[in-house]
């Protein structure tokens, strides 16, 4: 199910290609000269197979958050908690390992690493379940809940944690992150993997339908007898379950976990599902636009970190890159207003 009426699609040619490519084209057009651009700056360094190797490792990280990002939006809302859970996933994890490893954890069996991996989902999903039913019974602004419960567990997470840094996983768990698989990262594989359910979920069962049809027109979603409560649980609980797969990430990369890891993401992610056209007031929005933002900002990224530029000035790109694209569209809604034919 997609909102109807996307006023970014082309004309002409474009009319006969696939609704998926007509409403992306233009990012295809930017991803295009976003790469040409890097390469411009940085020449055959950014074409190194160091640099796509490197790129293949980070890429799965914001893609993961950017895609919880986007469900928690099709409704309308947001998720600012996704950070806070994406640690205190990990942070379960080695607690609980800690626990059961008589000889460190970094010895724990497989067993013990599927158990502690369960566990720290279950804590996600009870976040995701927190959220989903403060917004929908009591009728709280999103925004509110998800920053109630950022900053509740991002304080939690730090009691955990005492503040220190916890390291020395078990190769198991570091695999999924740092491991590959004929040359490719398996974190990759995992992203592509997760990106095809959520389209299937979104795009083909009732979840989906009912999800988009809630952001769209909320009044209908009522009268059509969606149960709102049920489908606003289940979308958190889908977006804590994205945290919790970043967390797994970035368990194998870092082969840690602490409490503040990740922090400036939580801009990334909103960037990013921004960028992939997710209306912010709901209705609209495909996991293959994300997708499309996401390598863009990769490129983006690479391209300044090759460019050995302060880390504080990227994060202010990424802040010019969200003014830009909030008054470009801006500017595109007025025009469109201006140059539509009005009715006798």
Known sequence: MKAVGNSNTLPGAAAGLPPALKENASLYVVLAAVFMVMYALNGDKFLSLQNFSSMAYQLPIVGFLSLGMMISMLSGGI????????????????????????????LASGEMVALAIFLGLLACILVGVVNGLLIALLKIPDILVTLGTMTLISGLNVVFTKGYTITGFPPALVNIGNGQSFGVPNSLYLFAAAAIVASVILNKTRFGFNLYMMGSNPVAARFSNVNTVKVTVIQYVLSSCFAALTALV???????????????????????????????????????????????????????????????????????????????????????????????
């Open 79 to 106: 998720n600012l908690s996704i950070i806070a859970t994406t640690n205190l996933n990990g942070i379960v994890i080695a607690l609980f390992l800690q626990s059961v490893s008589v000889n460190g954890m970094k």
């Open 250 to 344: 970035m368990i194998g990369q870092l082969n840690s976990v602490k409490a503040s890891y990740a922090d400036s993401y939580l801009l990334v992610a909103v960037l990013a599902a921004f960028l992939g056209k997710v209306s912010p007031f709901g209705g609209f929005g495909r996991v293959s636009g994300v997708v499309l933002a996401v390598i863009i900002l990769q490129l983006i990224s690479s391209g300044l970190n090759l460019l050995r530029l302060d880390p504080f000035m990227i994060t202010a790109t990424w802040g010019g890159i969200i003014i830009v694209i909030v008054v470009c569209r801006g500017l595109f809604a007025w025009l469109g207003k201006r140059l539509k034919p009005r009715n006798p």
